[in-house]
Structure formats: C-alpha cells, structure tokens
C-alpha cells in the first residue's frame, strides 16, 4: 500500500542564486565554484522562480536564499514583488556588500518583510578573515543605510536582525556584537553553530577541507566553560541594552546522548537554484543528496516521491541518511 501524500508545504525557501562574490571561511560555496572572480553565472531565471512558485499553491512563507548571495539576481526585486503579489511574506539572507542606494530603497519599498544580515565578527580582524573579500566597514555603511531608508521612508519593514555563526574564532566578540547591533538599530540577533560536521562517508572529495575546518572551529571542541562565560556575558548585554538575542544550545553531550530530530522535510521545501529538491538549507549542494528536480519533474511528483518518502521515514524511525545525522538541526545543537 502506498503511503498517503503529504500536502505541499506552507513554507518554501529557493535559491535565486548559486554563486558569491565572498568565498566565506566556512562556506562550501569556495569548493562548489571555483576560479575568478566569482565563477560561473549561476542563477535561476525569473521564468522558472514563477513556474516553482505556482507548483507551491499552499506556500505562504518564503525565504529567497540558498548557498550563493540573492542581491546577484538581476531580477532579485522583481522575485520578491512578484511573490508578495501572491501574498507571501518573503524575507531573505544578504552579506550586505552589494546593496547601493537604489537597492536599499527596493529592500523597503518591494515588499520584503525581513532582512537577515550576516556579520561574524565585531570588528575588522575577525569579520574579514571569515568573510573573506567583504570589508567591515562597507557593510556597517549599508546597514545604517538600510535602517536610514525604512525611518525616510515611513516603513516597519524589513524587519533587520543580524545572523551571526559563533564559531571558536569569533566567539570573544559576541558580547561585542550586541553592542554593534544596538548602535546600528537593530533589535535582534540569531546566533547559531556551524550547521553541519561533512561528516558522511558519501561526502564528494571537494567538500572534505570543510571538515577539517568545523572540526577546529566548532564550539562542541571547545572549553564548555569558555563558551558558557562568553554566552552569559552576551545575554547580560543584550539584557541591558534591549536587544533580543537567540543563542544555540549549550548542551555538549555525544551525539547519542541527546535527543534528535527534523521536520523540514514534512513542513518545508528547499529548492537550488537549478530546481533540485534538498532535504534542506542544511544540506545547500545537491551533489551531496537531493530528491529530485522540481522544474524537469514537477512539484508533487518529487514531494510526494520515493526519495522524499524514504528521507521522511528514515528521520521517523531514527534511522536517517548520514547526512542526516551530523546535522545541527537534527542533533539540536543549531
């Protein structure tokens, strides 16, 4: 007997684009396009954007970002009007260095509910050597830039936080982070773990430095009372200065300690840029595991697929793929 069809998700995130113009010190994206500057285009055509959107009726919620940075779409606007035409709230990732001054205004006046922007570090040092070929001081100009357009222009939107991946080299200004987010205007801060440990046996060989480098930086290696000092003086700041802070997990336990879990493939979808189905954001590179594509395949056919069947079971019963298992999301560490 076949199992019954899950409905199509109300949450939908797609990949405008595949490439960047950072090469990022733990982003796979430096092993997925090589050679300069940024490598070869890598973006989905608006046509495709509307043809994945209409297979998605149910959607309400959609998040423009995968690997690559989304303000390199041309028609990164347009896709945001379009969809918010639709009525979904659509908000988006961004390094923040390609934004000029008839991009800030777009960010406001297209609809966009909310803008996370990534910054790693609270100072020049430590944000440059991670987000390699991005200038601190440009992307703090763009920031002010960016909330100066929403007070100009009379608008609560995008909503603005700053997602920060706490890594053992950065993790010293987190406190220092706060600190910035309060002097810039923004009120919230995500911070999260390295999301995922390239630990399968399946990894491809471009994507195995990624490994060595989460094993020297992720904070599961470091001293528990250096991370805990560090979180308690982060919370103390955002306390006083009225800044809304998430941290990940403290929790250090082996993997078989703690309990695990995902649901992203039951409640959400996430699409490259060239319509591959991946079990997540997790994931980002369709040559370590995907479902299927959605543009050559259609939607319900690869949601309601064998693949998809198989991963849901999988996460279900405790028994997912590798990849799986040494994901943040699925160990809570996140």
Known sequence: MNAPAVPLPHFLQIEPVGQCNLRCAMCPIQYRHAGPPWGPPALMPYEDFVRLLDGFPTAHELHLQGLG????????????????????????????????????????????????????????????????????????????????????????????????????SNLHELKDIVALAHRHGVTAIFVQHLSHDFGEGTLPDAYRNMRDFVQAETLLNDDPARVARCFDEARRAAAELGVSLRLPPLDTAPHGA???????????????????????????????????????????????????RDLRDGLENGDPPAICRSCAIYNRTF
């Open 258 to 308: 703690r309990a695990r879990g995902c649901d992203w493939p039951l409640r959400g979808a996430y699409l490259t840029y060239e319509g591959d189905a991946l079990p997540c954001c997790m994931v980002s590179t369709a040559d370590r595991f995907n479902m299927g594509n959605m543009l050559k395949d259609g939607v319900e056919r690869v949601w309601n697929g064998e693949a998809y």
């Open 69 to 168: 940075e989304p303000l390199m779409h041309p028609d990164f606007f347009r896709m945001v009007e379009h969809a918010v035409g639709k009525g979904l709230k659509v908000s988006t990732n961004t390094n923040l260095t390609l934004l000029t001054p008839r991009r800030v205004e777009q960010c406001v006046r297209s609809g966009l509910h909310a803008v996370h922007v990534s910054i790693d570090g609270a100072s020049a040092p430590v944000f440059e050597k991670i987000r390699r070929g991005a200038s601190f001081i440009k992307v703090l100009r763009n920031l002010e830039r960016l909330v100066a357009a929403r007070t100009t222009l009379g608008s609560r939107t995008p909503e603005l936080r700053i997602v920060n991946v706490v890594m053992r």
